[in-house]
């Protein structure tokens, strides 16, 4: 009898002991594989290693949590994103550090969670690549009968690849006229228990750009007034489904279009004052797509964008195409997509097979909406 009592008192004791918890001060980490072969018009075939994306994130304190993502390319490694997000502030939560500016829908998602292969020429011509940005945004969910969500931001400047701005200002520093500043809103509507619809407008607002004038050299900035840059987006997202299908069957449509506004270089010298001459411009652009999940391991679905030239906007490019995703789980898909992308003068048939495989944290989520 007391030697099982003392079995039982040991059982107690080791039950009771906090159990070994080596990564508990460690942040979460996750790697995702982004790779792609093609066959195309323009640049016949090709195997790319497109990104290798390294995903960190833990918890600062009980006030704020802080995020990373270092992504390999070709190109080498850069610091895609690094910010800190608050958690307790009783009005909104605020990040700010290098993010993906909280601007449209398919702007902010990183290249291997969108719904085709390539970024299309809208998201391209428009954004200037993935939404990223230097600043600070401030999220705040409004106390409505219905979801709804507005973001405010300044950052230097949102777009990857937008070069009408630079990350570091000018030599004796930004004027508050010279950041971009955004302002989102953002709702969820459920029409029924299958169908949701997400709605949001944006607007990324540059009261000032320094446009550069090639005619001089080095080539120097141009104080110009009425220089700013409006660049509006709608988007609607269409969701439907079927809880009785579990995830396995769902229908995604999703749209969104852009409108561009700001004073670009003509090519034509003023000969008075021999210097370049600028004119407002106004284009627009957008996509649409659809996604029909219709078994456990495939979906399809076509797609359309349509992007005007931002100095002509009667020179359209227009991409159309469909595409087939093999799900063996949700960390891996692969894709195959046949496209054609035409702009009035050439036209680029193209074939692509991609493979996205993901281990560990995925900081910003695996994005299937």
């Known amino acids: ?19 070994y918890q080596p990564n508990v001060f460690n942040p979460a980490m996750g790697l995702v594989l982004d790779v792609a072969a093609s066959k195309t018009t323009a640049n016949q075939s090709s195997f790319d290693f497109r990104s290798a994306e390294l995903n960190l994130q833990a918890a ?20 895609e994103e690094a910010f800190f997000m608050t958690t307790s502030l009783p009005f909104a939560s605020i990040r700010a550090g290098r993010f993906f500016a909280n601007f449209g829908r398919l702007p902010h998602w990183h290249d291997h969670e969108l719904p085709f ?58 004027p508050l006229g010279e950041f971009t500043y955004l302002a989102r809103l953002f709702s969820f509507l459920p029409v029924s228990d299958d169908l949701g619809i ?16 090639p005619t001089t050299s080095p080539s120097t900035p141009v104080d110009m007034k009425n220089s700013e840059r409006s660049l509006a ?10 809880r009785s299908e579990n995830v396995y069957r769902k229908l995604i449509w999703g749209t969104e279009v852009f409108n561009n506004s700001e004073m670009r270089d003509t090519g034509a010298v003023d000969p008075t004052l021999g210097t370049e001459v600028f004119a407002r411009k106004r284009a627009w652009g957008g996509y649409s797509y659809a996604d029909w999940r219709f078994s456990r391991w495939f979906s399809t679905g076509p797609f359309f964008d349509v992007a005007e030239n931002l100095d002509d906007n009667s020179i359209k490019t227009r991409t159309y195409g469909g595409m087939i995703n093999l799900i063996p789980s949700e960390f891996q898909r692969i894709r195959l997509q046949v496209s054609r992308q035409t702009n009035g003068v050439t036209t680029d048939n193209q074939v692509y097979v991609q493979g996205f495989l993901t281990i560990g944290t995925h900081v910003h989520v695996f994005k299937d909406r």
């Open 233 to 242: 987006g709608a988007d609607l997202t269409v969701r439907w489904e079927p």
């Open 117 to 174: 292969v390539n970024r299309t020429p809208s998201l391209d011509t428009f954004i200037g690549g993935e939404a990223q940005a230097d600043g600070i945004e401030l999220l705040h969910l409004f106390g409505t009968p219905f979801f709804l969500q507005g973001t405010l931001g300044a950052y230097n400047k949102i777009g990857s690849d937008n070069d009408r701005l630079v990350n570091n200002g000018r030599d004796a520093g930004r």
């Open 198 to 213: 997400d709605l949001g407008i944006s607007e990324a607002f540059t009261p000032k750009e320094r446009l550069i004038d």
């Open 60 to 79: 600062v304190d009980p006030f704020a949590n802080l995020f990373a993502v270092l992504n390999a390319t070709p190109d080498g490694l850069e610091v």
């Open 1 to 19: 009898m007391d030697q099982v009592r003392e079995e039982i008192q040991k059982e107690i004791g080791a039950a009771t002991k906090p159990a």
